[in-house]
């Protein structure tokens, strides 16, 4: 395009008829109602957009939005990503129902910017005009509105126009740009096709950027779509970014659903559910709300309808700020520190808002005590990423999380989860398991698992390894902690893994006293004699004179030390096992790769009852592989490799 952008959005807001879309004109030059039926009834229904050209050059947006009290919905729905509101109130008016209403939205929604524009001063006397900036002043001084400044003006006449522009200008030029940084996400104001282009969504981005060619996901329909199009502010761009109006073709778009209230979003970075965590406040002149009130939920452009839960109270009064959880009758896409409003399901009228904490698909079970104490910490959090990480991973007590779930909690990109959790000094993070824990949680699942170990080695003092599916998972000792666990010991090198799935223990590898070297030195040695015709540990004890529990423990060493393998029943030597797979590589490498059993069964002197049990169990090492009814090499496995080096 050629003008700039400068990516600042300003809503109206007001009473029905008190010249709203008319300022709009009259600032832009465009007007503002779209519809063929707002046209006729010179009534303002759906949401308007015009773009306003500043005096520098650089373009800015103006959404309009109705006044009437049936289409508050509307006006909500593009309240939503403003930067800047004109609050509106004719002159002949003053203050209207609508007026409070819309000042209240805006307040709830977080527009803490804006002007006063007092409109149809040519149609009152001074003393009107007095009176009316006298109620104005009186209605907005406990807003955020209090500060700002009231412009008397016509758009019949031109009076007080270019003030209001100018300093509209002023106001717009020293808001801080949206960043383009982070996930793109873009509440859609409008969906509609178009001949020979398709579906066209429209609305105004929160935060990221988007570029044509981009894949982007439709919230909470779970459907993927590719940008081809994109338009800012009426003109084609390669690229909108957050607080542009924009439109988007995306042609794969369809489905019913498809409709003001989805999300477009970056793939897998936010979430959906039911339940919504909040943090709310009733407005003043609210009623009080009873535990489990129907209420109607508006966050972005979408509405619901729920009931609200409150976790430690039973009643909720005018003016009171508390924790509590929305249940939607459907799933919805928001994020943490959105703000929303909640109106009431009959009648219909605005009774508070605040922020999303945290969106959750609704289990159903929950202690309102304790989800209270779990929100009242969200709160404490903030919105500093690294408070919420910490958050989010105490919340997860013996679970742990993994980064893809703290990124769909945080609507934060993993590749940016992971950098924060590996520099956080408060969270274990393991890389390799892909899960983070609190250190604390860590440390007492490492003396969990020393515990459960000794114990099960009890009757076998001699053995330093156990069978990592062995290892039973509690309540306090998850699978994903055992994981962190089992790999944070072997970084610190207390464990090893070995070759058939056990876990060997290096402490529990001291020096045998004199009795029990010599006994395990012997029956090592018994087993390398019985060459391929290897014993059964009956037959070991037996031979060796000694009792069954006794060799037992003697060949849970030597299966530590790799001094022997148990191969089905029987047991061989670790030497006879390493001759036996060198045969074979040999044996295979003159057949092109491919075992000759019975030459291989004739050199080894052994017999099908021993051999085959042993080829599955080389099988097992990588060096061989049974296909088609053929064990074949597999010259580039490691085990293939060393053999090869001597």
Do not use: W
């Not at 202690?367 to 709160?379: N, P, T």
């Amino acid at each position: 395009m050629s003008r700039a952008i400068h990516p600042v959005m300003v809503g109206t807001a007001g009473h029905i008829d008190h010249g709203k879309s008319s300022l709009v004109r009259a600032l832009t030059g465009v007007d503002p109602d779209r519809l063929k039926e707002e046209k006729e009834r010179g009534l303002t229904i759906d949401l308007g957009f015009a773009p306003l050209e500043m005096s520098e050059g650089r373009t800015i947006g103006i959404v309009d939005v109705p006044g009437h009290e049936k289409f508050v919905r509307n006006m909500v729905a593009g309240s939503t990503a403003l930067d800047l509101a004109i609050l509106v109130v004719a002159a002949d008016d003053s203050v209207m129902p609508q007026t409070i209403e819309h000042l209240e939205i805006l307040e709830v929604l977080g527009v803490e910017l804006g002007l006063i524009a007092l409109t149809k001063v040519d149609l009152v006397d001074d003393e009107m005009l007095e009176l009316a900036e006298t109620e104005i002043r009186e209605t907005i001084a406990r807003t955020s509105l209090r500060d700002a400044e009231i412009v008397r003006l016509s758009t019949v006449t031109g009076e007080g126009v270019d003030t209001l522009r100018a300093l509209l200008e002023q106001l717009a030029a020293a808001v801080e740009p949206r960043s383009a940084d982070g996930a793109f996400r873009m509440a859609v104001q409008r969906v509609f096709q178009l001949q020979g282009i398709g579906t066209v969504i429209t609305g105004i981005p929160t935060t990221g950027s988007v570029s044509i060619g981009d894949e982007l996901e439709i919230l909470p329909l779970q459907q993927r779509v590719r940008v081809r199009a994109i338009q800012a502010y009426g003109g084609s761009v390669e690229r909108a970014v957050a607080g542009h109006s924009t439109a988007l073709s995306v042609p794969d778009a369809k489905g019913k659903g498809l409709r003001r209230g989805v999300v477009a979003a970056k793939p897998g970075v936010f979430r959906t559910g039911n339940s919504i965590d909040v943090e709310l406040t009733l407005l003043a002149r609210a009623p009080a709300l009873e535990h489990r009130a129907p209420v109607r939920f508006h966050s972005g452009t979408s509405e619901h309808i729920g009931l609200l839960v409150l976790l430690d109270r039973e009643r909720v009064a005018p003016g009171e700020t508390v924790v509590a959880r929305i249940l939607l009758a459907e799933d919805v896409s928001c994020a943490h520190a959105d703000r929303f409003l909640l109106r009431l399901v009959n009648p219909v009228r605005t009774v508070g808002g605040g922020r999303v904490l945290r969106v959750e698909e609704s289990s159903g079970k929950y202690r309102r005590s304790d989800l209270a104490e779990q929100i009242e910490r969200l709160v404490a959090a903030g919105s500093d990423p690294s408070a919420r990480l910490l958050e989010s991973v105490v919340e997860s007590e013996y679970q742990g999380r993994t980064p893809s779930e703290l990124s769909a909690q945080l609507a934060m990109p993993v590749e940016e989860v992971e950098r924060r959790l590996a520099e956080h000094e408060g969270i274990h993070f393991d890389p390799r398991a892909k899960r983070a824990f609190l250190p604390e949680i860590v440390s007492a699942g490492i003396a969990e698992l020393r515990d459960s170990v000794d114990k099960m080695l009890r009757n076998k003092p001699l053995a330093a390894s156990i069978k990592r599916a062995a290892l039973r998972t509690t309540r306090t000792f998850s699978e994903g902690l055992r994981d962190v666990v089992l790999n944070r010991l072997q970084s610190e090198g207390e464990v090893r893994p070995g070759s058939q799935g056990e876990i060997l223990f290096v402490s529990r590898l001291g020096a045998l006293d004199p009795a029990d070297q010599r006994d395990l030195d012997a029956l090592v040695e018994s087993c390398d004699g019985a060459g391929f015709r290897p014993p059964t540990p009956a037959e070991l004890a037996a031979s060796l004179g000694l009792a069954a529990e006794r060799v037992d423990g003697l060949l849970a060493r030597a299966f530590d030390e790799a001094r022997a393998i148990q191969v089905g029943d029987h047991v061989y030597g670790a030497r006879t096992i390493d001759t036996a797979m060198r045969a074979i590589r040999a044996n295979c490498l003159r057949h092109d790769e491919v075992l000759d059993i019975p030459e291989l069964r004739d050199e080894l002197g052994t017999s099908r009852k021993f051999l085959i049990p042993l080829l599955e169990y080389v099988d097992g090492t990588g060096l061989t592989r049974l296909r088609g009814g053929e064990r074949r090499l597999i010259p580039s496995s490691d085990v293939c490799v060393r053999l090869g080096r001597g």
